[in-house]
Nanobody
Framework: QVQLVESGGGLVQAGESLRLSCAAS????????MDWYRQAPGKQRELVAT???????NYGDSVKGRFTISRDNAKNTVYLQMNSLKPEDTAVYYC???????????WGQGTQVTVSS
């Protein structure tokens, strides 16, 4: 079992920045993939950013050039740096991991990000 705890959400104005953190209860080197997803009211959950165990990253089109995903293996934490935030970035942001070998998926509880115009 893996527990994921997200933090760093909040209320900001358009153009400002936030950094989200996702702390895992065990070594993140055991994860094949770590992702950030988001879900806005009335919309489907969408993939924001992915980082693999080898450090490869991928981003959703709407956040490319503004968001950066990174990982700190020593702290068992994955981050999402969000710059130039827009009102349309408002959503609950979720951390997800997929484990090696068994490919089991775990989700965090989510953290709210609200961007005012």
């Amino acid at each position: 079992q893996v527990q994921l705890v997200e933090s760093g959400g909040g209320l900001v104005q358009a153009g400002e920045s936030l950094r989200l953190s996702c702390a895992a209860s065990r070594s993140i080197s055991s994860f094949n993939v770590m992702d950030w997803y988001r879900q806005a009211p009335g919309k489907q959950r969408e993939l924001v950013a992915t980082i693999t165990s080898s450090g490869n990253t991928n981003y959703g089109d709407s956040v490319k050039g503004r968001f950066t995903i990174s990982r700190d293996n020593a702290k068992n934490t994955v981050y999402l740096q969000m710059n130039s935030l827009k009102p349309e970035d408002t959503a609950v942001y979720y951390c997800r991991v997929v484990t090696l070998v068994t490919y089991t998926t775990y989700w965090g509880q989510g953290t709210q990000v609200t961007v005012s115009s």
